[in-house]
Every structure is written in structure tokens, then in C-alpha cells.
Nanobody, 128 residues
Framework: QVQLVESGGGLVQAGGSLRLSCAASGRTFASHAMGWFRQAPGKEREFVAAINWNGGSTDYADSVKGRFTISRDNAKNTLYLQMDSLKPEDTAVYYC?????????????????????WGQGTQVSVSS
């Protein structure tokens, strides 16, 4: 049974930092693209960041570029999202996602439909 389990969410003041982790079990994602998405109340789930299989290629939504950093430790089968300079508009449930197949050396995707495996989400709340 494949599981992605997020952790590290919480309540933080604007300007603060949080580091999210996503631990995978049941299969290795070492050769697969992974991503972070978020969903605020009343809004659709949206892309935040994505990373290729070895961490050599990344992509960010314009709203988080320069503030968030996605990384991975394939030896630990774990994905990370370092979030700095947090803003109230970053408040959402954050989800990690994993692709089911290797699709190329520099491949990663912004599309929800590109990912087969999803975590249950972790709440991030930023107060002003």
C-alpha cells in the first residue's frame, strides 16, 4: 500500500517560516517526479512547486517563487517544502503528490492529473 504522509504544518505569523515534509512508504519515488499543491477554503487545488527525480530541476508557482524551496532526499524517500516569508494568502491545506512512472530526466509537472499518489494534507495557517 502506497502512502504519502505530510507533516510540519501549523500556525505561524506573517513573515515566519515552516518546513513541510512528505514521507513516502510502500514504494520508492526515487525515480519519479513529485510536487506540492495547496487548497484554500472555497478554492480549487493549485500548483505550488514540483521537482524532477533527482532534484536537479524544479518549478514554482509565481506566487511562491523566491520564498519557497522544494527539495528531496531519495535515500529517505522524503520530499520537502521550505516556506519562508510566509503571507496570510499562503494559508491552505498543503498536499504532496507523486508520479507513478519515470518520465524523463528533467520531467516535472504543474498538472494535478500528472500525479497518481496523494497525501492527506497538512494545514498551514498564516496570521497577519
Amino acid at each position: 500500500q502506497v502512502q504519502l504522509v505530510e507533516s510540519g504544518g501549523g500556525l505561524v505569523q506573517a513573515g515566519g517560516s515552516l518546513r513541510l515534509s512528505c514521507a513516502a512508504s510502500g514504494r520508492t519515488f526515487a525515480s519519479h517526479a513529485m510536487g506540492w499543491f495547496r487548497q484554500a477554503p472555497g478554492k480549487e487545488r493549485e500548483f505550488v512547486a514540483a521537482i524532477n527525480w533527482n532534484g536537479g530541476s524544479t518549478d514554482y508557482a509565481d506566487s511562491v517563487k523566491g520564498r519557497f524551496t522544494i527539495s528531496r532526499d531519495n535515500a529517505k524517500n522524503t520530499l520537502y517544502l521550505q516556506m519562508d516569508s510566509l503571507k496570510p494568502e499562503d494559508t491552505a491545506v498543503y498536499y504532496c503528490a507523486g508520479d507513478i512512472n519515470y518520465r524523463g530526466r528533467d520531467y516535472h509537472s504543474r498538472q494535478l492529473s500528472a500525479y497518481t499518489y496523494w497525501g492527506q494534507g497538512t494545514q498551514v495557517s498564516v496570521s497577519s
